[in-house]
């Protein structure tokens, strides 16, 4: 099983992209999600997580305000709605199951991680 992330691309400073990822699991519903980035020559980083209700959010301060992130179970999806991007958001962006409920900002706790998906912001 393995996580399809998609939507990354070349976009102006201020500008928008949104990414999806999809997850073919059986019970997805049940499963928080994360989305985190590695910008070029950095440490993964973390960007958002969210709860299998989409009750609860976390985000990294970095992102705060200017990305959103949502995700419809019926289709096995996660979305990132990323706004008002900039240079530094310049990195490959990657979409991540953990078995827990609760929202997750450790890298460790994620246990089935997608291919990742390039997003590159021009100044």
């Known amino acids: 099983v393995q996580l399809q992330a998609s939507g990354g691309g070349l976009v102006q400073a201020g500008g928008s992209l949104r990414l999806s990822c999809a997850a073919p699991l059986r019970t997805f519903g049940s499963y928080t999600m994360g989305w985190f980035r590695r910008p070029p020559g950095k440490e993964r980083e973390f960007v958002v997580s969210i709860t299998p209700s989409s009750s609860s959010t976390y985000y990294a301060d970095s992102v705060k305000g200017r990305f959103t992130v949502s995700r419809d179970n019926a289709k096995n999806t996660v979305y990132l709605q990323m706004n008002s991007l900039k240079p530094e958001d310049t990195a490959v962006y990657y979409c991540?199951?953990?078995?827990?409920?609760?929202?997750?900002?450790?890298?460790?706790?994620?246990?089935?991680w997608g291919q990742g998906t390039l997003v590159t912001v021009s100044s």
């Open positions: 991540a199951r953990t078995r827990r409920r609760t929202v997750a900002a450790d890298a460790g706790v994620y246990d089935l």
